[in-house]
């Protein structure tokens, strides 16, 4: 039976991709490691930050690695406060949606600027709770995540839907036993393998259809 929803944050609800990549790659850049758009979407994205810098980064000490990860932070909120957040139309209406079908909604997202994001946007009112990275202690594919979401909203795995559009974010999701809809933005959908069905935007699911993922 379906009764909630768990939804990622950064390219599923809001387009914080390309804040993210370029704060990632200015970091990375002061250490002179070259960084494209496939390590971030194959080594960071969807990650604690930390954990995203021990990927790139080998070698350093954990106060090193802790203030690198804490440069990148601030090169993503100066980003976020000079070109603002966009959000998806179509993944609100979809939440919208749902909570008219009385699914209960959760926000999952391995970013300690979940909540901050979700206020700013004006989305935090949407949702039933909030988990983000200053809550967790193990990051995807560990399904910690997704676990704490379900039960914040009173739902058992088996009842809830995860949306992602990471590679670590589907494993997770799959980790905790949960249905699947990858988000593919980027027209590489084998990286989401696994996911119960993938689309390019949530403009292409419905509850009706999510409903149908439950009865297989």
Not at 155 to 184: H, S, T, Y
């Amino acid at each position: 039976m379906f009764k909630g929803a768990i939804f990622d944050l950064d390219g599923v609800i809001v387009n914080t991709v390309p804040l993210h990549f370029e704060a990632w790659k200015k970091m990375f850049s002061e250490y002179k490691v070259k960084f494209d758009f496939q390590d971030y979407k194959a080594k960071v994205d969807g990650i604690p930050r930390y954990d995203g810098t021990k990927a790139i980064l080998k070698g350093l000490s954990e106060k090193e690695i802790k203030e690198a990860g804490d440069r990148k932070q601030k090169f993503y909120l100066e980003s976020i406060e000079k070109n603002g957040v966009e959000v998806y139309d179509s993944s609100v209406e979809l939440i919208k949606e749902l909570k008219y079908n009385n699914i209960k909604i959760a926000y999952a997202s391995a970013s300690r600027n979940c909540r901050k994001i979700l206020e700013k946007t004006g989305l935090s009112g949407l949702g039933d709770a909030i988990i983000d990275g200053n809550i967790i202690t193990r990051g995807k594919p560990d399904p910690q995540i997704f676990l704490m979401a379900a039960e914040q909203i009173n739902c058992k795995p088996a009842e809830c839907v995860v949306f992602e559009d990471a590679v670590l974010g589907v494993q997770a999701a799959i980790n905790a036993k949960m249905v699947c809809v990858g988000i593919d933005r980027y027209q590489n959908s084998l990286r989401l393998v696994g996911a119960n069905i993938i689309v390019e935007d949530l403009s292409g699911i419905s509850y009706t259809q999510i409903l149908k993922l439950f009865a297989k």
